[in-house]
């Protein structure tokens, strides 16, 4: 865990507490996978609490917290003696609910929304060791997919031998839905698995990725399924993408906006002239959610910093021919980056 966003949005908002029913915050900060609980921090101290389902596991897993079993009275005797007046509250997890219930202990404390995601803007080396292994196992899964694969194979057969591969090789489950998008199908980003049969000739774009201890891989992937393109255009994109893949990796280092990575990416597909059939940002953040920060995009202010873990994905996509997209994970290194999903890449090359 690195606590520098932590202590910084603390310190900045003057915060005696941040308060978080989130399983993200939870995981994060004690090492802790569970659906429900709470964890309240402070500047010097947390509490974590889990009910019965978790307390035993949680004895065993705990870091960084105390660790209280969360019943009703364990509850009201941690938070009655705490005078808090200025308390955090994160704007992208916190349900109604759940900020009632804070309210009812606190009803006259000042709350300041801050961002979840931004705590753990910055990755240890645990959690990189957890996102590489969720990279590996995807991977490795993927490489044997694309060797079993076979001509009219439907789109849904391919989705679950690949999740089904996942697991086997030590994966929790899947990050998200995969993508598996065949020929025109390709065209669509965020394409749904369907009965279309895979042909010779056709676009295949896979977009997939494995969870391991909680932290998520993001790859996508797209090749021509036999030996020749049944539209050469199909091949012209395809190449188009993967040189902005490979420029927008180059591109990523320390203390450049994340802006300038989706420009590099942007600009050398608009300089080939299909600019208007790049649908969307060129990544974002990766952790325990698939999307985190910093976003980079050609809005994003973030700068980019040593821990930080992003993708690189560029994309075009034609509706009635299909659409390539490649997508990486890569680690911003003191000096650079390193390519999480291509052993060996080191600053894009």
């Known amino acids: 865990m ?9 310190n900045e908002n003057n915060l005696d507490a941040i308060i978080s029913y989130s ?7 004690t090492t802790i996978q569970s659906t429900d609980g709470m964890v309240v921090i402070e500047k010097s101290k947390s509490y974590v609490l889990v009910d019965s389902r978790y307390i035993e596991y949680a004895q065993k897993q705990v870091k960084n917290a105390e660790l209280i079993l969360l019943t009703a009275d364990n509850l009201k005797k941690l938070l009655e003696n705490k005078k808090y007046q200025r308390i955090g509250i994160e704007e992208d997890y916190l349900t109604l609910g759940e900020f009632n219930r804070i309210k009812k202990f606190f009803p006259n404390a000042e709350f300041v929304e801050i961002s979840g995601q931004k705590l753990r803007i910055l990755k240890d080396e645990n959690e990189i060791a957890n996102l590489q292994k969720a990279i590996d196992i995807s991977l490795e899964a993927y490489n044997q997919l694309i060797a079993e694969i076979k001509e009219g194979q439907t789109e849904r057969e391919i989705d679950r031998r690949l999740n089904f591969l996942m697991k086997e090789k030590g994966a929790q489950k899947e990050c998200f839905d995969s993508i598996i998008a065949t020929g025109s199908n390709s065209a669509i980003p965020h394409h749904h698995p369907t009965d279309r049969k895979i042909k010779k000739g056709d676009l295949l774009k896979i977009d997939f990725g494995a969870v391991y201890n909680g932290y998520g891989a993001d790859i996508t992937r797209t090749f021509i399924f036999g030996d020749k393109a049944n539209d ?3 091949e012209e994109i395809l190449q188009i993408v993967k040189e902005a893949a490979q420029k927008g990796r180059q591109m990523v280092k320390p203390g450049i906006k994340a ?3 989706d420009k590099v990416c942007r600009d050398y597909i608009q300089s080939k002239g299909y600019g208007k059939y790049f649908l969307h940002s060129t990544g974002h953040g990766l952790g ?3 999307h985190e920060l910093p976003n980079v995009s050609s809005s994003s ?4 910093e040593e821990g930080m873990v992003i993708t690189v994905e560029p994309g075009i996509y034609i509706e009635g021919l ?3 997209r490649i997508e990486d994970d890569l680690l911003v290194t003191k000096t650079g980056s390193i ?3 291509r052993k060996g890449e080191i600053n894009g090359k």
């Open 288 to 290: 325990i959610d698939v």
């Open 232 to 234: 050469p255009k199909a």
């Open 322 to 324: 299909g659409g390539a």
């Open 339 to 341: 390519t999480l999903s």
């Open 23 to 29: 399983p993200q915050t939870r995981l994060w900060l």
């Open 259 to 261: 802006s300038e990575v």
């Open 301 to 304: 202010d973030f700068i980019l």
């Open 2 to 10: 690195n606590r520098k966003y932590l202590d910084l949005i603390i």
